[in-house]
């Protein structure tokens, strides 16, 4: 009996998270805006990206990742943080080059165009987030200020 109370238990809270919307199995994940065109998805279903962000000084950044394009559908980006600051990674599907965003009086670029994003980390951490992709040319930054007019971009491609 005891037993049997127990697996209810788990059902019934497995049941209660389904239904609450859990969209990811990683806690450091972040959901897509609203209307941004891309929804977070469970984080085992997605074609893996890894990103590394990090500082060579106060006023060279980067953000390197591992695969420049993806196939249509569900790709999981997974941000290291090997640098001494706090980063993030917006993931913007625009067709303007990634080097040529316009940077706001906020010395940020417009996040419009988001269709998700792994939210600040600190150093040493990392942050993971899978994103329904539909095709289509993407840029990712980091766009804490400063940061993307310091290097932190990478084009992406989703065929």
């Known amino acids: ?14 049941i209660g998270l389904t239904a609450c919307g859990s969209s990811s199995s990683d ?21 893996p990206i890894a990103a590394e962000a990090g500082d060579t000084s106060d006023t060279v950044q980067f953000l390197k990742i591992d695969s420049a394009t993806a196939p249509a559908g569900p790709v999981t980006f997974t941000l290291t943080n090997n640098g001494i600051k706090d980063h ?8 303007t080059p ?7 009086s906020d010395d940020r670029v417009s996040e419009a165009d988001s ?3 792994i939210g600040e980390i ?19 930054v980091c766009n804490i200020a400063k940061h993307y007019g310091q290097g932190m971009w990478a084009a992406f491609t989703v065929n």
Do not use: C, H, N, W
């Open 98 to 104: 990634a080097d040529q965003l316009e940077i706001g």
């Open 1 to 14: 009996m005891r037993r049997l109370t127990t697996l209810m238990m788990v059902g019934a809270l497995a």
């Open 115 to 117: 269709v998700g994003e």
């Open 27 to 47: 806690s450091s994940s972040t959901d897509a805006p609203s209307g941004g065109g891309g929804i977070t998805v469970p984080a085992a279903d997605g074609t």
């Open 88 to 95: 993030e990674m917006v993931v913007l599907k625009t067709d």
């Open 122 to 140: 600190k150093p040493g951490t990392t942050g993971t987030v899978t994103l329904d992709l539909e095709p289509g040319s993407y840029v990712l």
